[in-house]
């Protein structure tokens, strides 16, 4: 029978038993492990360490026995002989060189010791190395050493005492070659050392990481039992809880398998029904996301009442318009317009979406959106609009190369382009229409002043202009250039106008001349230097020749030089006088 299917009471029982098999494994794994550290520090402190003690010795007993040597021979050489203390200096380095042997001997068992034991992951072949090695440089030096040592008495007896010199050093350099063996089998020791202690070591780890993750597994396995069971809750919760999870991620296409005919399985096969109503709504939403920004739709969820009410916020508004619509629309099929401005239209709503713009609406060729809380904060609108209208500026010419391909003609009826108005200020928020339809939109004066701007365009020659507003949020963070001052119908205060260049500091040399051009120009302008303003125009027409905004500029003061302004002019063009 599945567990799912059992009481309560057994579910229970059976997983006081997991538990406690759990915590066991964990405690016979962690006692296995301990002696199996335990064993390993024994063989490092009681045989490793000990036998390589014995080694070190070993050389020093070799340092006493030649000392011992040279008592013995400076006792022979006194004059008149002692010979008991001859006696005790000859007993004194017998006792020496008996001591090598047995440092030696000492080292040998231990070492063997460790080979021995199969408990240990120690490199038995190279102790054994060690062990060969240890037998041969001392049954060497006792071999080497026999005759020399005999020969020296006799020398020593027979007062040869250059001979004796010479057989005393040669019994030094035998010395020093030991020594050496010695040294080099304590450096091969030491190796041993270290790798029982990495050993030690890792056995330590090991424990702790085996101890620390079962402990842990047993605590989250403890844990989420206890709360499966606290709540009387087995495999379908588990089921829900994904299906919860897939609804979170906003996928309603898996429906949870009903396995029990309990309240489990009541409250999966509602959650099946309410799955298959939020697939349904989805599928409304989704419908709806083509005509209404999904970010509108989302807020209106949300926040009902501001679609009824309305809002008064400050928010960045953009028209954006194709010029040369009309043109060429004239020569294209209806079918073959609809292509081009579907494809216009994706082309250049991609930059506003990506840059956390809400889409109004799309009216004729033109594409009208806004920037603004609740869906991005107050300070950044403004610079998202201009880098918004600077990446769509820039698809023009990919544009201009897709449209033709698009509709299977050599070229375009008329060339298209792009103008933009951006302008930021106070605009109503809410739902505008009839009882029959009602649109989610903005009003006011900064909505006015951006499609104004859009226009503007046309007489200066630009692509992207911006509002006094919208460049004082902006400042630095994009390339401004103040194109003119501009009075608007229906406001009050003339303000000027501004063009989005570039990024910061995307400007080429041309450009920053042509700037700083314009901007000696439009001051010379303003303060009626008609001649001044005339030949820093032409320097800026010169550094980008081609230039609009030059070209207007130059018109106007032509234009003053048959008609002055009047002693009330500020500089200021009346969009009226267009």
């Keep these: 029978m599945p567990i799912f299917n059992q009481s309560i009471r057994r579910k229970i029982v059976g997983i006081a038993l997991g538990l406690i098999v759990l915590m066991l494994v964990t405690s016979i794994l962690s006692m296995v492990m301990s002696s199996q550290v335990g064993v390993l520090l024994d063989e490092l402190t009681n045989r490793y360490i000990p036998a390589y003690s014995h080694l070190a010795r070993a050389n020093i007993r070799s340092l006493e026995r030649a000392l011992a040597l040279r008592r013995m021979i400076m006792t022979r050489m006194e004059a008149p002989s002692d010979e008991e203390a001859y006696a005790a200096r000859l007993r004194e380095f017998e006792q020496s060189d008996r001591r090598i042997e047995e440092e030696a001997e000492a080292a040998r068992k231990l070492i063997n010791a460790i080979i021995e034991d199969p408990r240990t992951f120690s490199d038995n072949a190279a102790l054994a190395r060690i062990d060969i090695r240890i037998d041969t440089a001392v049954t060497e030096l006792r071999r080497d050493l026999s005759e020399d040592h005999a020969k020296l008495l006799k020398q020593v007896d027979a007062k040869q005492m250059a ?200 009216i004729g060729d033109a594409i009208m959106s806004y920037w603004g809380p609740p869906f991005i904060e107050e300070d950044e609108q403004a610079l998202l609009a201009g880098l918004a209208a600077v990446e769509m500026a820039d698809q023009v010419p990919a544009l201009q190369k897709q449209l033709p ?46 499609s104004r701007l859009e226009t503007v365009n046309k007489v200066y020659g630009t692509r992207i202009l911006i509002s006094q507003a919208t460049a004082d949020a902006i400042g630095s963070r994009l390339e401004l250039r103040e194109i003119d001052r501009l ?11 501004f063009e989005v260049m570039a990024r910061p500091g995307a400007l080429t040399d041309a450009q920053v001349s042509l700037r700083t051009h314009y901007a000696e120009g439009l001051a010379a302008y303003r303060a009626r230097r008609f001649d001044d303003a005339r030949a820093a125009f032409n320097a800026a027409l010169e550094a980008v020749p081609g230039d609009g905004p030059s070209r207007t500029m130059l018109g106007r003061i032509g234009q003053f030089a048959a008609n002055p302004p009047d002693a009330a002019w500020d500089g200021t063009w009346r969009l009226e006088q267009k």
């Design 163 to 362: 001979e004796a010199r010479g057989t005393l050093e040669h019994i030094d350099v035998l010395r020093e070659q030991f020594n050496r063996k010695i040294d080099t089998i304590r450096g091969d020791m030491l190796a041993q050392v270290f790798f029982s202690t990495s050993q030690v070591i890792s056995r330590q780890h090991q424990t702790i990481i085996v101890s620390g993750v079962v402990t842990l597994l047993a605590a989250i396995v403890g844990f989420a039992f206890a709360l499966l069971v606290s709540s009387g809750i087995t495999r379908p919760v588990r089921l829900l809880l994904a299906g919860t999870r897939e609804v979170e991620a906003g996928r309603f296409d898996k429906p949870i398998a009903v396995s029990t005919q309990d309240e489990i399985g009541e409250l999966a096969a509602a959650f099946n029904r309410m799955i298959e109503q939020l697939r349904h709504n989805e599928r409304i939403r989704e419908t709806f996301g083509r005509y209404i920004d999904p970010k509108v739709v989302q807020g209106l969820i949300e926040r009902p009442e501001v679609a009824i009410e309305g809002e008064r916020r400050v928010m960045t508004i953009m028209f954006c318009d194709m010029s040369g619509f009309t043109s060429m629309s004239e020569g294209m099929t209806p079918r073959g317009l609809v292509k081009v401005m579907n494809h216009y239209f994706t082309v250049m709503s991609g930059p506003i979406r990506s840059n956390r713009g809400v889409i109004d609406k799309y």
């Design 405 to 450: 391909d698009l509709l299977g003609i050599r070229a375009m009826p008329a060339p298209c382009d792009l103008r933009i108005g951006i302008a930021t200020g106070e605009v109503l928020t809410g739902s505008i229409g009839s009882e029959l339809m009602m649109s989610f939109t903005v009003m006011g004066d900064a909505v006015n002043l951006a």
């Design 487 to 497: 009075a608007v119908a229906g406001q009050s205060a003339p303000q000027a106008i």
